[in-house]
């Protein structure tokens, strides 16, 4: 099994369009691997790949599609406290991620 570049021509890496991402082929297992560009969502544009067996070729090509990535979870968070003593909760953060400060529910005008 053998990877095709843009010329047809035989290649290990392929980078068909470099915003989407790059094309590996494991030849002793024939897994190709598609490795996505940061932040590339959607159809990639398809890799050609060719197997050739007992002086037979045939073409193909493989076609990924990459959803977007899960967005972050918010757990709930609660405290005790006694009288006017002031509570915290921390927030775990994530990669990328802002705290924003919500108005508490009880202020909030009803809907």
Do not use: H
Not at 87 to 107: I, L, M, N
């Amino acid at each position: 099994m053998t990877l095709l570049d843009s010329g047809s021509q035989p290649a290990a890496t392929v980078t068909v369009v470099p915003a989407e991402g790059t094309y590996t082929l494991d030849a002793g297992t024939g897994v190709i691997t598609f490795t996505p560009a940061n932040g590339f969502t959607g159809v990639a544009t398809p890799v050609t790949y060719k197997l050739t067996a007992e002086g037979l070729s045939a073409t193909s090509t493989y076609t990924p599609t990459v959803g977007p990535p899960p967005g972050p979870a918010a757990a709930p968070l609660t405290s005790t406290g006694v009288g006017t003593t002031p509570q915290t909760a921390t927030v775990a953060s994530c990669e990328g991620c802002t705290v924003t400060r919500w108005t508490p529910a009880a202020s909030r005008p009803p809907r």
